[in-house]
């Protein structure tokens, strides 16, 4: 596998402040841990921590792909959070985002609330991303004014949080 490769050529050369972080996409329609997860799973000597990459779509992106529809973050990513404490290691939520939608500035907050309260998660990468003359979606914060309030007020409260530890 070209993954172990990697690592072993980075170990050979002596390279250990690398970290490495499998992250595969959720699972999400009739994807399985066992088919979809398990075996690409590299091993514990082969991955420090694991990524979950996992998108909220919403409706905006059917034109592409017929299966997308609005998620809650339990839908996107609780089934492949579950899988993938299996392996014992850190999880990251290492690329997320939330399409453009009315609903988005609740669905940032939901998810905002949940990834900071759940213990098996260490942190997330958020996709702050647009480019219009793509037509892509647009998942960044500052995509409305209420999304931006969302962000900027979990952000506050956790750098207070932290600061009275």
Not at 38 to 48: C, E, H, I, R, T
Not at 104 to 118: E, G, R
Not at 126 to 132: D, E, I, K, L, V
Request: glycine share 4%.
């Amino acid at each position: 596998m070209a993954w172990k490769r990697t690592h072993d050529i980075f170990r050979e050369v002596g390279c250990y402040n690398v970290k490495w972080m499998f992250s595969p996409n959720v699972l999400w329609d009739k994807r399985t841990a066992k088919d979809d997860l398990y075996n690409y799973y590299p091993g514990a000597q082969y991955a420090d921590t694991i990524g979950i990459d996992g998108y909220n779509f919403g409706y905006h992106h059917d034109k592409w792909h017929k299966w997308h529809k609005w998620q809650s973050y339990e839908q996107v990513f609780e089934k492949t959070i579950r899988a993938c404490t299996k392996f014992n290691q850190p999880i990251w939520i290492s690329e997320v985002g939330c399409a453009d939608d009315r609903r988005k500035p609740v669905w940032i907050k939901d998810f905002l609330t949940k990834v900071s309260q759940d213990d098996r998660i260490e942190g997330f990468i958020y996709f702050n991303h647009y480019n219009p003359r793509k037509s892509e979606l647009n998942w960044r914060f500052d995509s409305d004014s209420l999304t931006l309030k969302v962000f900027r007020d979990w952000a506050e409260d956790n750098v207070a949080r932290k600061s009275e530890r």
